[in-house]
């Protein structure tokens, strides 16, 4: 039996939306911010072969310092993604994990939320790649907001995402998140 489909949510209403920040703990800001951002990731994509656009961008809880390992408060830095494709199709790199390698070398560490934004209807979600990608630097309640071409969207937590995920922690690395 398929897992239901999570609900379309109406991207222009400031109910439907403020519900949500509550719902995820997220500010009004902090949402417009992931959508706005997401959105504009999108036009940097790199898909003549699917034609298929996909923008991605991470709201960060904190950078670590590579040489101390000290954590700073870099909260509430944003970090984008496109899709980047190739010839090759397997070469190709998806959205998510283009923003979340940028984001780890630049040495952020614990995320508050991940966004989506795709030019169809109904909003896409990560692909399983990704999905155990996102695992391995995020907290499995984690909020995953998707948005379609008319930035109405559906939101879902990783670990509705990704149910039974292997993640640092079976392999014995805990705080990896």
Not at 6 to 32: D, R
Not at 65 to 86: K, L, Q
């Amino acid at each position: 039996m398929a897992p239901p489909t999570p609900p379309i949510l109406n991207g222009h209403s400031e109910t439907v939306i403020a519900q949500t920040c509550q719902t995820y703990n997220l500010t009004p800001s902090e949402f417009a911010q992931l959508r706005d951002r997401a959105v504009a990731a999108k036009a940097t994509s790199y898909s003549p072969y699917s034609k298929f656009r996909v923008g991605a961008v991470l709201l960060s809880n904190g950078k670590v310092d590579a040489v101390t390992g000290e954590r700073s408060s870099s909260e509430g830095t944003y970090t984008p993604g496109a899709n980047v494709e190739n010839a090759s199709y397997p070469v190709t790199t998806c959205a998510e994990r283009v923003a979340f390698g940028r984001a780890i070398t630049e040495g952020h560490r614990g995320f508050k939320a991940v966004a989506v934004a795709t030019d169809i209807s109904p909003p896409a979600s990560p692909c399983g790649m990704c999905r155990q990608f996102i695992r391995e630097f995020c907290e499995l309640s984690m909020p995953i907001l998707m948005f379609d071409k008319d930035e109405n969207f559906s939101v879902l937590r990783l670990e509705d995402l990704l149910p039974l995920s292997f993640g640092p922690d079976q392999m014995g690395i805990e705080g990896a998140a």
